[in-house]
């Protein structure tokens, strides 16, 4: 059998070395800038699939999008630093963003010749599954033909469909949406992030009480990764599971919320 060349395929096919170098893009990852949430995560989250954050109220779900839309334009080139940002439960977080950055600026040295980050961060405000879907499927599109991002962030998609009574359409919704961004990533090569809320549930097995992301398995099928945090009453850190993940094994990790941003825990 003869063997192909680095750049030979076979009917179309790729063997898993070309795949590695023909498409580098593809396996590329968004680190997160803190060394105890990169070495969980096996260096960061993937630009393909949808990577979702689960936790309680006050986890630091949102804490954690607004540190990857200011650590996203760290890492990129300055003319794909774009991020967006869909908010549906609560306004967009302007003033604490705006906090972070400034001590983000401070910590790294970095002058205002660079520009302001809060300027690449386009923000929309959704409440409903019909309008994001489509805020996806329509007008993002347009948005990344002249504006190129690096990362996406809706906040929270469980909010969206919270007063959907039709699981069946609501599952239906979860699939579209899911598929447009599968084809947008793919196009346009960007992180996706979701923040998503918990419920909890009894186990059936022990009767002990579990916490859970919410949407069931119908949105947890579509999801590449997800991680779950979790609270330390009491003190301002945070426990980060990671529950599945291709290229990582599940595990956890502490970090701290604080007035500059998430930094390590030790």
């Known amino acids: ?18 795949a590695l170098t023909a498409h580098p893009h593809r396996w590329r990852k968004l680190r997160f800038n803190i060394a105890s949430l990169d070495r969980l995560t096996g260096g960061g989250i993937s630009a393909r699939g949808v990577v979702e954050i689960a936790g309680d109220a006050g ?54 010749e660079g520009g302001k980050y809060s300027d690449n961060i386009f923000v929309e405000h959704l409440n409903n599954p019909s309008a994001l879907e489509q805020c996806i499927t329509d007008r993002l599109p347009v948005l990344l033909e002249n504006n190129p991002i ?23 919704s979860f699939r579209r949406l899911v598929h447009s961004l599968h084809a947008l990533q793919e196009r346009f090569d960007f992180v996706t992030v979701c923040t998503n809320q918990v419920r909890a549930v009894v186990d059936d097995y022990d009767g002990e009480e579990k916490v859970i992301p919410a949407l069931g398995l119908a949105w947890g099928s ?36 604080a007035q500059a941003g998430i930094l390590d825990a030790n």
């Open 222 to 257: 579509l999801v590449h990764t997800r991680i779950q945090l979790r609270r330390i009453m009491g003190t301002n850190r945070r426990v980060c599971q990671l529950l599945f993940c291709p290229t990582a094994e599940p595990a956890e990790c502490h970090f701290v919320i």
């Open 59 to 112: 986890s630091g779900k949102t804490q954690l999008a607004l540190h990857l839309a200011l650590s996203c334009q760290r890492q990129c080139p300055k003319h794909v630093r774009g991020v967006v940002y869909i908010s549906t439960e609560h306004p967009f977080p302007s003033k604490r963003l705006v906090q972070m950055e400034q001590t983000l600026r401070n910590s790294s040295g970095v002058g205002p």
């Open 150 to 172: 690096r990362l996406l962030v809706i906040d929270s998609i469980a909010a969206v469909y919270a007063d959907e009574e039709d699981y069946v359409e609501r599952a239906e």
């Open 1 to 18: 059998m003869k063997e192909p060349s680095e750049t030979e395929n076979i009917n179309g096919f790729l063997n898993a070395k070309q």
